[in-house]
């Protein structure tokens, strides 16, 4: 018996593990030998490409290919229509199914509507890209990038809000409080 819920549109083919309490609607497809984990949401018109890696709770809008060579960490988010490539020089006529790139987004990133990923790269916990953001180049954790090619223009908060930091390198959330510190061009969470 399942524990996980799949809309009658949608296909789940053989060898895919999929975690409890995942939803995976209308018109999606995950193919063969994915490995979901739990409490994942999985939007209208999703391709999950064989062999995929997801965490928990990763949430995953409509209209995403998420091609062979993608890892997502726990608590992704992947906005509408957002695209991963997995090939670097694509064409029609050439086989390169064994020159796939691996990208990995690390725990808690999320990436706005509309933006590309481009194919072997890392996005760090906690990064966020904005919409629309072409992603050429590793994302550090807790950045903020937007635009194409994509450029960082500050930091974020585990929670998503702008990181102010001091003279001393900290910063305060305003949401949860929790301080960061920025050092060395890296801003990480102070452990309480």
């Given at each position: 018996?399942?524990?996980?819920?799949?809309?009658?549109?949608?296909?789940?083919?053989e060898?895919?593990?999929?975690?409890?309490?995942?939803?995976?609607?209308?018109?999606?497809?995950?193919?063969?030998?994915?490995?979901?984990?739990?409490?994942?949401n999985?939007?209208?018109?999703?391709?999950?490409?064989?062999?995929?890696?997801?965490?928990?709770?990763v949430?995953?809008?409509?209209?995403?290919?998420?091609?062979?060579?993608?890892?997502?960490?726990?608590?992704?988010?992947?906005?509408?229509?957002?695209?991963?490539?997995?090939?670097?020089?694509?064409?029609?006529?050439v086989?390169?199914?064994?020159?796939?790139?691996?990208?990995?987004?690390?725990?808690?990133?999320?990436?706005?509507a509309?933006?590309?990923?481009?194919?072997?790269?890392?996005?760090g916990?906690?990064?966020?890209?904005?919409?629309?953001?072409?992603?050429?180049?590793?994302?550090?954790?807790?950045?903020?990038?937007?635009?194409?090619?994509?450029?960082?223009?500050?930091?974020?908060?585990?929670?998503?809000?702008?990181?102010?930091?001091?003279?001393?390198?900290?910063?305060?959330?305003?949401?949860?409080?929790?301080?960061?510190?920025?050092?060395?061009?890296?801003?990480?969470?102070?452990?309480?």
């Amino acid at each position: 018996m399942e524990n996980y819920f799949k809309h009658e549109s949608s296909y789940v083919d053989e060898g895919c593990i999929i975690g409890a309490g995942t939803k995976i609607w209308h018109f999606s497809h995950i193919m063969s030998d994915c490995e979901i984990g739990e409490c994942c949401n999985i939007g209208q018109n999703v391709v999950v490409s064989p062999g995929v890696k997801l965490g928990r709770n990763v949430k995953i809008q409509n209209n995403v290919s998420v091609y062979t060579g993608v890892v997502c960490e726990d608590d992704v988010f992947l906005g509408p229509s957002m695209v991963f490539t997995n090939v670097i020089n694509p064409r029609s006529a050439v086989s390169r199914k064994d020159e796939y790139k691996q990208t990995v987004l690390r725990r808690g990133a999320s990436v706005g509507a509309n933006a590309t990923i481009v194919c072997g790269n890392e996005i760090g916990e906690y990064a966020l890209i904005g919409a629309g953001a072409v992603i050429t180049k590793p994302v550090p954790a807790y950045a903020l990038v937007v635009g194409n090619p994509a450029r960082q223009i500050g930091w974020v908060s585990e929670y998503g809000h702008r990181l102010e930091f001091d003279d001393e390198g900290l910063a305060v959330c305003p949401e949860t409080r929790d301080v960061y510190k920025l050092e060395e061009g890296k801003a990480r969470k102070v452990e309480s």
